[in-house]
């Protein structure tokens, strides 16, 4: 039987509740912060504060923030609140000139994220009596087990197909007859674009619901996928430094995502003064864990734009809303659903030894985005015969995928054929923002 809620007294209960249980655990994970992480002690001894002074949500400004970089540095055991025994998985996403951030598990940890997943499985029609097609990748990246994990706790019956390989996608959402579908939104639009090339109808397949993100995606788009695989769309949020999908998620209501508050509490700062905005201010968001045991992190910075708003939802949860992401505050780029910086991109034209003239183009063709890295050869290296160009642009582009995990198309160019800018480079021409994708 299908239920409305996955733990509903939790996730309906009133805003005094919600606000006196963040009360509790901000204490405790302050205090357990400032105790097992050496790292944060010190920031927070730099700015004078002690867990005695934390007594609730309201002290939170109190507390010094976290930013990706922090991540960096204390690469990788650094930010570790917990013996590694007590550990049991890690998961990483992609960072700046090979230093990956990483973030650590325990089973405790597993546990409270796939009840995060299974609430937003819920919250999109699924049940027991579901076949939910997982095709986030697996592995490092979070999409894939987390999701996995979701499905499991509710008991859905799990296809961990993970991304990729879209003929045998299609053969067992068909034959097994899959009715939750979960991979990133562009993937949806190219499941449901074969589909069709295949002479199916959207009425052939059992979908009824997917849940999407790790990207940016718009209004159109989610009309679009609804309509080609003829299902509800629902968007999904959350990054891996704070576990992964889940951190918020859609209901029927699709205008917005419930921010799982018993977990985690939500800021909106000014990007550039760190002042907490009120509620319905656009702004960079900022999470603090409020159960984590292996990776507590308190006031992480995403960098990711959005707004908050208490306003009553239909659907009865009472945890605050989320926008979609309208923009981030840094240069990161998501391609294809996976996070790339300029500066990782620098790193292989300077370990390959080209000079870091280069711009990068991203479009979004038949729903699925296009990566070009236009890059100039060296003077003293410079060819004009396409075979040696080609295999120069092979060579470039495996040195990328190593880095990336995806594969841009390269072009090399002669040299000076990019223009030279006068104030600060433009590295990165995003051609998706026509189509109001902001990120
Ligand atoms: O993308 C976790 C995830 C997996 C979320 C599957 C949803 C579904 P990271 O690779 O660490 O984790 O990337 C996190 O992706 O800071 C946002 O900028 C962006 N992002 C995540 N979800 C959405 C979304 C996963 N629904 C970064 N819409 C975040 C727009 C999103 N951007």
Redesign the pocket.
């Known amino acids: 039987m299908s239920k409305k809620y996955f733990q509903p007294e939790i996730e309906t209960m009133s805003e005094e509740w919600i606000r006196k249980i963040q009360d509790e655990k901000l204490v405790k994970q302050v205090k357990y912060v400032y105790d097992n992480v050496e790292y944060y002690r010190n920031l927070m001894d730099e700015k004078g504060v002690k867990p005695e002074d934390i007594h609730g949500v309201e002290d939170l400004h109190k507390l010094p923030f976290l930013k990706k970089d922090d991540l960096r540095e204390a690469y990788p055991y650094g930010l570790l609140a917990t013996d590694l025994k007590n550990c049991v998985r890690i998961h990483s996403?992609?960072g700046t000139t090979g230093k990956r951030?990483v973030a650590f598990y325990t089973q405790h940890d597993i546990d409270l994220w796939e009840d995060c997943c299974a609430r937003a499985l819920v919250a999109a029609g699924a049940s027991n009596e579901d076949v939910c097609q997982v095709c986030?990748g697996y592995g490092l990246?979070?999409?894939g087990s987390?999701?996995h994990g979701g499905s499991h706790k509710l008991g859905s019956l799990t296809l961990p197909m993970s991304s990729g390989n879209t003929d045998r996608q299609i053969q067992f959402m068909m034959d097994l007859n899959s009715t939750i579908l979960?991979c990133?939104p562009s993937y949806a639009a190219y499941i449901g674009e074969t589909l069709k090339e295949k002479g199916y109808k959207p009425e052939d397949n059992k979908l009824k619901a997917g849940?999407?993100?790790?990207?940016?995606?718009t209004e159109e788009m989610r009309r679009d996928i609804e309509k080609s695989l003829g299902i509800k769309a629902y968007?999904?949020?959350?990054?891996?430094?704070l576990s992964?999908?889940?951190?918020a998620f859609e209901c029927e209501e699709q205008s917005g995502?419930h921010i799982n508050e018993d977990h985690f509490i939500a800021e909106v700062i000014d990007p550039n003064t760190g002042e907490v905005l009120p509620l319905g201010s656009k702004g960079e968001l900022v999470f603090t864990s409020l159960d984590k045991e292996a990776f507590p992190l308190l006031r992480y910075r995403?960098?990711?734009i959005c707004v908050l708003s208490r306003k009553k939802c239909s659907c009865g949860r009472t945890f605050v809303k989320m926008t979609?992401?309208l923009g981030?505050s840094d240069d990161?780029m998501?391609i294809r659903?996976?996070?790339v910086f300029p500066s990782q991109i620098e790193a292989v034209l300077l370990n390959n030894g080209y000079a870091p003239n280069y711009q990068i183009i991203l479009d979004r063709v038949n729903n699925t985005d296009t990566f070009d890295i236009n890059v100039e050869m060296n003077p003293d290296d410079f060819s004009d015969t396409p075979k040696v160009i080609t295999a120069k642009e092979k060579q470039l582009q495996a040195a990328m995928k190593t880095m990336l995990g995806i594969n841009p198309k390269i072009h090399l160019l002669s040299p000076k054929s990019i223009t030279r800018s006068e104030g600060k480079a433009v590295r990165v021409i995003d051609n998706r923002k026509r189509l109001g994708i902001t990120?």
């Open positions: 996403t992609s951030v986030y990246f979070t999409g987390g999701l979960c990133t849940i999407f993100g790790a990207e940016p995606w968007d999904i949020y959350g990054l891996t430094e992964g999908p889940g951190v995502m995403t960098r990711d979609k992401p981030r990161m998501i659903g996976v996070n990120i």
